[in-house]
């Protein structure tokens, strides 16, 4: 058999493979729609998002290969993002404009079936999911080089909305512009984030070039596209937004830089398989009461990932702690915590119990 006729051979299987990978995905549609009809009946939240870590973790376990997990992942992802909105058309709102990092782990975690709004503030976004204008919303927590992102924190404390999951999105930075060569490049344009993860590369390959801060990577990328002698550091994805040319690949200056978001919405999350619970805390204001609320955990063999203060800005000198620890503290084994955390604190509010994270290389 000659190389053109093996060739129209693979290729036809190929075609075959397609039509009934076209006919499989529908009944599955079909199916998503009428367990969409019980879940409307029951008042069932749509986003599962402990379910669906099990789906793609049961897959991934059963996957021959050649086709890769990460692949795998990918490709489900987009099929779950489809059946949630066959059952129910979902608004995600994120710190906005489109193109943004908060856009695309939103994009990559939820899937291209969402319906996407941009909001101009994180206030935007918590407002918009408090008031249930949209049922997710998408926010940044933290970055493994920045830390916390205040902001987001201090939001928690006025809006009364509730964490369902967490995702890490890996940050990779691109010097992105409609010229073609970088000795044309007079400006810089970026989040003021962006524009410090890369300061090292930035000092090294354009020196004495002007750096300006902007409000997004997105909006730097659409100055750099209408603006001559100009550039953006943003994500390589922007190029298809805004018709630039990429001039510098991967330019932060730590590789192995991460952000992890969180999906908010205006009701609690369901009991699952939750591995990990967020919480704000207030001690009372007497010796050892923050030991005291630590030991309480402690004393279950509770693991705190994460702690941190923010003042509470309605009363002076008091600070309100977040918090991240490695349990379902809704689960019924876990009451007593919750009643002897309580004891200790002036003010608590569990923020939600979800499934850890993915990472997400985009």
């Given at each position: 058999?000659?190389?053109?006729?093996?060739?129209?051979?693979?290729?036809?299987?190929?075609?075959?493979?397609?039509?009934?990978?076209?006919?499989?995905?529908?009944?599955?549609?079909?199916?998503?729609?009428?367990?969409?009809?019980?879940?409307?009946?029951?008042?069932?939240?749509?986003?599962?998002?402990?379910?669906?870590?099990?789906?793609?973790?049961?897959?991934?376990?059963?996957?021959?290969?050649?086709?890769?997990?990460?692949?795998?992942?990918?490709?489900?992802?987009?099929?779950?993002?489809?059946?949630?909105?066959?059952?129910?058309?979902?608004?995600?709102?994120?710190?906005?404009?489109?193109?943004?990092?908060?856009?695309?782990?939103?994009?990559?975690?939820?899937?291209?079936?969402?319906?996407?709004?941009?909001?101009?503030?994180?206030?935007?976004?918590?407002?918009?999911?408090?008031?249930?204008?949209?049922?997710?919303?998408?926010?940044?927590?933290?970055?493994?080089?920045?830390?916390?992102?205040?902001?987001?924190?201090?939001?928690?404390?006025?809006?009364?909305?509730?964490?369902?999951?967490?995702?890490?999105?890996?940050?990779?930075?691109?010097?992105?512009?409609?010229?073609t060569e970088m000795g044309a490049i007079k400006k810089?344009?970026?989040?003021?984030?962006?524009?410090?993860?890369?300061?090292?590369?930035?000092?090294?390959?354009?020196?004495?070039?002007?750096?300006?801060?902007?409000?997004?990577?997105?909006?730097?990328?659409?100055?750099?596209?209408?603006?001559?002698?100009?550039?953006?550091?943003?994500?390589?994805?922007?190029?298809?937004?805004?018709?630039?040319?990429?001039?510098?690949n991967s330019i932060e200056d730590i590789p192995d830089?991460?952000?992890?978001?969180?999906?908010?919405?205006?009701?609690?999350?369901?009991?699952?398989?939750?591995?990990?619970?967020?919480?704000?805390?207030?001690?009372?204001?007497?010796?050892?009461?923050?030991?005291?609320a630590l030991e309480v955990l402690s004393r279950k063999?509770?693991?705190?990932?994460?702690?941190?203060?923010?003042?509470?800005?309605?009363?002076?000198?008091?600070?309100?702690?977040?918090?991240?620890?490695?349990?379902?503290?809704?689960?019924?084994?876990?009451?007593?915590?919750?009643?002897?955390?309580?004891?200790?604190?002036?003010?608590?509010?569990?923020?939600?119990?979800?499934?850890?994270?993915?990472?997400?290389?985009?």
């Amino acid at each position: 058999m000659d190389q053109e006729t093996n060739l129209k051979r693979i290729r036809s299987e190929i075609s075959r493979l397609d039509q009934e990978l076209l006919q499989i995905l529908n009944r599955r549609a079909g199916l998503s729609l009428e367990v969409g009809s019980i879940k409307s009946q029951s008042k069932d939240n749509v986003f599962k998002p402990f379910r669906e870590k099990e789906v793609l973790n049961g897959l991934a376990q059963k996957n021959p290969g050649p086709l890769p997990d990460e692949h795998l992942r990918s490709i489900y992802r987009e099929i779950l993002s489809s059946s949630r909105s066959l059952q129910q058309p979902q608004k995600v709102v994120y710190l906005g404009p489109e193109g943004t990092f908060s856009y695309f782990a939103g994009v990559e975690y939820l899937g291209h079936s969402a319906k996407f709004t941009p909001k101009n503030s994180l206030e935007d976004v918590f407002r918009a999911v408090d008031t249930r204008e949209a049922e997710l919303g998408i926010i940044p927590l933290e970055n493994s080089m920045q830390g916390s992102v205040g902001q987001s924190l201090d939001m928690f404390l006025k809006f009364e909305v509730f964490i369902h999951a967490e995702v890490f999105f890996r940050i990779s930075h691109f010097l992105l512009s409609r010229e073609t060569e970088m000795g044309a490049i007079k400006k810089i344009y970026s989040h003021p984030l962006a524009l410090q993860q890369c300061s090292t590369w930035l000092r090294a390959n354009l020196p004495g070039v002007e750096v300006i801060p902007d409000e997004s990577t997105a909006r730097a990328a659409s100055r750099a596209s209408t603006e001559p002698g100009t550039a953006a550091v943003g994500h390589q994805k922007l190029t298809k937004f805004y018709e630039l040319n990429v001039l510098g690949n991967s330019i932060e200056d730590i590789p192995d830089n991460w952000t992890r978001f969180l999906v908010i919405s205006a009701h609690p999350p369901e009991a699952g398989n939750r591995e990990k619970t967020s919480l704000l805390f207030s001690v009372l204001d007497r010796p050892g009461s923050l030991v005291s609320a630590l030991e309480v955990l402690s004393r279950k063999g509770i693991n705190m990932r994460k702690l941190e203060s923010r003042p509470l800005r309605a009363e002076k000198w008091r600070y309100v702690f977040f918090a991240d620890v490695e349990c379902d503290l809704t689960a019924g084994d876990y009451a007593s915590v919750l009643k002897d955390l309580e004891d200790n604190c002036y003010y608590m509010r569990v923020l939600g119990s979800y499934p850890h994270g993915p990472q997400i290389l985009a």
